[in-house]
């Protein structure tokens, strides 16, 4: 049996608002006087987890993170779960991790700016990363489901958190009732201001979502994107320009888009030669940690050692890095395959 967890990872696909630590959203729901309707600790993780008996659907997955607004409450809470959130990661042996948060959920509770929760996360993410010996990109992401107008804003400021850390921007959301369409001259804007950019497509919607996500969004990397085996054209667009596929098992499995994990399309991506990366998504949402993905990818699809393997050097190659940094964290990480007594691919 391999011993996930002591492997070097990277991932390129985890939201700060779906991995936050449990005992820690119950402190605050207590120490702030939170009136939630749960009279047990049974009660109050059904609220912020997918359990086993509920309904695996997008909405009920969604649902989550509208209880999850109700805990930012003030810079030290923020800057907490942050530092926790990274802490967690390198606990899991992640050494590389694109963390991306949604600036827009971190301000509704109590009224904070757009710069203030921006200040916040990427000062106490940096500071863990550091501490932690992560190395560490961040993605604002904006959703489908809320206006443009904020989006814009958000991505404007997004630009200008680039000296701080900020890589990239994120399309996420509900993609089954919201176009990207209306996205498109803000992704423009964003892309042209050195962000890069990924979306979340054919998920919960088909694939031709994929191809409008690299067409008019221009994604470099589509967030899930597992339905594109289901149109020819979009397989072919996604090879033409080479994006890369953040895949999260578990997150599909439990947000009803595959109906056992047994039948992931992952690998069928892989054989269809796709660049494919696998990630979380919302690791405490789905209570999981990167290392039990890549056990599944293993145990219940069939994915050998080399192919594993393959999908973290995949990660390091559509990293949001600059060359230079990227060449350094590939020696970083054969080094570290070496020392786990790992043959790099
Ligand atoms: N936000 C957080 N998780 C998401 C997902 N799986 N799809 C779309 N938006 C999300
Ligand atoms: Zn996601």
């Known amino acids: 049996m391999m011993d996930f967890s002591a492997l070097p990872k ?12 449990l005992r820690s959203l119950f402190e605050i729901a207590r120490a702030e006087q ?7 600790a049974e009660h109050f993780r059904a609220l ?3 359990r086993q008996h509920e309904p695996f659907t997008a909405e009920n997955f969604l649902s989550k993170f509208r209880v999850l607004r109700l805990f930012y409450r003030s810079p030290e809470i923020i800057q907490r779960l942050t530092a926790e959130v990274v802490a967690d990661a390198a606990a899991d042996n992640i050494r590389y991790l694109e963390l991306r948060f949604t600036p827009v959920a971190l301000t509704r509770a109590r009224g904070f ?8 996360v990427t000062t106490s993410a940096h500071e863990a ?6 190395v560490l990109g961040l993605i604002v992401s904006v959703n489908r489901h809320e206006p443009p107008g904020l989006a814009a804003e958000v991505a404007e400021l997004a630009a200008s958190f680039r000296t701080r850390g900020v890589v ?3 399309l996420a959301g509900d993609e089954s009732r919201y176009p990207a369409a209306p996205f498109a001259p803000i ?7 050195g962000l890069h950019i990924t979306v979340h497509a054919g998920e919960w919607g088909p694939a031709a979502n994929v191809a409008e996500a690299i067409e008019s969004l221009h994604a470099e990397r589509i967030g899930h994107g597992i339905r594109v085996l289901e149109d020819p054209h979009a397989m072919a667009l996604a090879r033409e320009r080479g994006v890369a596929f953040e895949v999260c098992p578990t997150s599909n499995y439990q947000s009803g888009v595959v109906p056992t994990l047994r039948e992931h399309p992952l690998p069928k991506m892989l054989a269809a030669g796709l660049r494919v990366t696998l990630n979380t998504d919302d690791p405490s949402i789905s209570g999981i940690d990167l290392s039990h993905e890549f056990r599944l ?10 192919g594993l393997r393959q999908m973290t050097l995949t990660a390091l190659d559509a990293a949001f890095l600059s060359s230079g940094h990227r060449a350094a964290l590939r020696q970083a990480f054969h080094k570290a395959w070496q020392d786990a007594g790992e043959t790099p691919p």
Do not use: K
Not at 113 to 120: A, G, K, R, T
Not at 129 to 134: D, E, I, L, P, Y
């Open 34 to 40: 939170l009136t939630l309707p749960a009279p047990t």
């Open 113 to 120: 700016s757009l710069y203030e929760v921006m200040d916040w």
């Open 48 to 50: 912020v987890q997918v």
């Open 129 to 134: 990363a550091r501490q932690h010996g992560v």
């Open 10 to 21: 990277a991932e390129l696909h985890r939201h700060l608002e779906g991995s936050l630590r």
């Open 297 to 306: 990818a293993h145990e219940v699809m069939g994915i050998g050692r080399n």
């Open 187 to 193: 992704f423009r804007e964003a892309r042209q201001a």
């Open 168 to 170: 990239g921007l994120d």
